[in-house]
């Protein structure tokens, strides 16, 4: 069975937009890929973190995925931080990395744009630490959003380098980008992602808003100018609306503008809204199930079985390059 890896940062919890545009495709990928799904912590500390909020956002992180659907029986949840060889493979990586390479991903300059008081070397060699995240595991596709394309590219180009200078070690992953909901947007601004750095709470659902806040939420979203549920170009509002309407039952758009042909907007937020609150009232009921030491357990567990297999990486890497 074919590979994939991917990983979220523990930094805040997660909204509707990183959902269906993510871990949908995850659990859905479970059934034809031998999955692992890291929880990257090192990743998230390239931004100062409150040591205890971060510690709370890794179990949370952890329990989110089981709690839609990634099933820990089949599929490895890990912590990044576990296995030190992420790590270390990020520092072999770096002596074959570019600056020049590096100084073009737009990721680092936006955050160096919004972080200006502390552009550290973390941010700048996070691209490379993910490379490792994805090498290590002869992962042959990743699912990422659009945004993180360009990282992937690198993770490309690094593999082909490696392999190139030192021989065959490295699979050369493909992305996986779902171009339907891979870029939900904002509630309140759909020219925008949604954001959970937004300055107004209206942008997104957050997947751990109490069921009658989304509601709200959803009742207050932007719409279009006009009357028709309908999707377009000109009305990106409803398009929007439309696709998380279609992510969440899984039917088609066409069959939600049928639906409600002739009816307002107000009547098809209704209907939105009480998808989505439902949604989240079940998520949450099993998000709360889990215990914070049975997710400790569990991540205890997967990490020994991350190890077992980036070690063997590890050595095999070292022995190409001369190290051992
Ligand atoms: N950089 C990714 C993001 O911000 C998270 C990430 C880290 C990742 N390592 C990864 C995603 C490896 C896929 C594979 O979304």
């Not at 909020?53 to 179990?59: A, F, M």
């Not at 570019?98 to 200006?116: L, N, P, V, Y």
């Not at 932007?222 to 170009?233: I, L, N, P, W």
Request: net charge positive; proline share 3%.
């Amino acid at each position: 069975m074919k590979r994939i890896f991917s990983g979220v940062q523990p930094t805040n919890n997660i909204h509707i937009g990183n959902y269906l545009g993510a871990i949908k495709n995850w659990v859905e990928l479970q059934k034809d890929y031998e999955c692992i799904f890291c929880v990257v912590d090192l990743h998230a500390i390239t931004v100062y973190q409150k040591p205890e909020t971060l510690r709370q956002n890794i179990l949370d992180i952890a329990k989110t995925y089981i709690a839609l659907g990634v099933d820990p029986r089949h599929t490895i949840i890990f912590v990044q931080s576990d296995v030190k060889e992420h790590a270390e493979l990020a520092w072999i990586l770096n002596s074959i990395a570019k600056i020049g390479e590096m100084e073009r991903m737009t990721q680092f300059k936006d955050k160096a744009k919004q972080h200006k008081e502390n552009i550290n070397m973390g941010l700048f060699d996070y691209p490379v630490l993910m490379a490792s995240d994805i090498l290590l595991y002869d992962t042959e596709a990743v699912p990422v959003g659009e945004d993180q394309k360009q990282h992937l590219e690198l993770t490309r180009d690094l593999a082909m380098r490696f392999n190139k200078l030192y021989g065959d070690t490295f699979t050369v992953p493909k992305p996986i980008i779902k171009k339907e909901g891979a870029r939900i947007l904002g509630l309140d601004d759909p020219d925008k992602k949604m954001s959970k750095s937004s300055p107004s709470a209206m942008n997104y659902v957050s997947l751990l808003d109490a069921p009658e806040i989304a509601a709200k939420k959803i009742m207050k979203a932007v719409t279009d100018s006009g009357s028709e549920v309908k999707s377009g170009k000109d009305k990106p509002a409803l398009t929007n609306l439309l696709t998380i309407y279609s992510l969440m039952t899984g039917r088609s758009v066409k069959e939600i503008e049928i639906e409600y042909a002739g009816k307002g907007y107000g009547d098809f937020k209704k209907g939105l809204a009480e998808i989505v609150s439902d949604f989240l009232a079940d998520f949450q009921r099993k998000f709360n199930a889990t215990n914070d030491n049975e997710i400790r357990e569990l991540l205890s567990v997967n990490a020994n079985k991350a190890r077992v297999l980036a070690e063997k990486k590890m050595d095999q890497v070292k022995r190409k390059i001369g190290l051992k």
